[in-house]
């Protein structure tokens, strides 16, 4: 079992449903958490809104920001800051409709014992992000490098350094969360990802994000998005073969 691991919950105040089954699973899994309470989109302030950058978020994603991704985005950020304030040295970060699969504990574990390979590890996975292998945690799961995008915040571990690293660099928001915080070469940071991922979603649990109705941009207004998303794929690329060099060279040092 992890020991040097807390984990956080964002979990909406008119959301108590979402709170009751994931903290079941927790529980059953003997996982130490704590609820944190979200940032609510309905009731955003407007110094809570003065950290979108608009014209980045026009720029870079191609449509208008729903109050939604800002909530979200903050909250994220808030759960970073109260696990610098604990004594705790790895976070489990997760959002409510997450699905903690059986293996999560001792994945935990492994990563616990293996800390000097990453900074922020993610657990789940909307897309593959064609992983390659840098190291076995055990007889089922790999630690990877992702060599292409991989979309998704419902659940990733980190570091206290990495938790620094986001503080400072991840203000103002420019685009939604998930395609934020795993931009190592832009970060300084080893971002990692457990294959298979022992956390998913369940089909019938929506999100609380609401896009529908949102405006997206014409192509005409979307070259700067395409150009954006070029180059991170590029340097994803090169920042992953990079760092599949550097495990190389650990494995031969090692």
Not at 177 to 201: C, E, M, N, Q, S
Request: aromatic share 8%.
């Amino acid at each position: 079992m992890p020991s040097n691991t807390h984990a956080w919950v964002i979990n909406l105040d008119r959301s108590p449903e979402r709170l009751a089954v994931i903290s079941a699973q927790l529980d059953a899994l003997g996982l130490p958490w704590t609820r944190h309470r979200a940032v609510d989109a309905r009731a955003l302030r407007p110094d809570q809104t003065a950290l979108l950058d608009l014209p980045e978020f026009h720029r870079k994603h191609g449509m208008e920001p729903v109050p939604g991704e800002i909530g979200c985005y903050l909250s994220h950020i808030e759960v970073m800051q109260a696990f610098l304030a604990s004594p705790h040295r790895f976070a489990l970060i997760l959002e409510d409709d997450a699905n903690l699969g059986p293996r999560l504990p001792p994945v935990l574990a492994e990563l616990e014992a293996c800390a000097e390979r990453w900074d922020m590890v993610k657990l789940s996975a909307v897309h593959s992000g064609s992983p390659q292998t840098c190291l076995r945690l055990d007889d089922q799961c790999e630690l990877a490098i992702m060599m292409s995008r991989c979309t998704g915040s419902s659940a990733y571990l980190i570091s206290r350094h990495a938790a620094e690293v986001y503080l400072s660099k991840l203000l103002p928001m420019s685009v939604p969360y998930d395609h934020a915080f795993d931009r190592g070469w832009a970060l300084g940071l080893k971002i990692r990802l457990v294959t298979p991922p022992p956390v998913g979603h369940p089909q019938d649990n929506a999100t609380t994000i609401i896009t529908s109705g949102r405006r997206k941009f014409p192509w005409t207004r979307r070259w700067t998005t395409h150009l954006y998303r070029a180059r991170n794929e590029i340097a994803r690329i090169w920042w992953g073969l990079v760092e599949l060099r550097q495990e190389r060279a650990y494995k031969t040092k090692a």
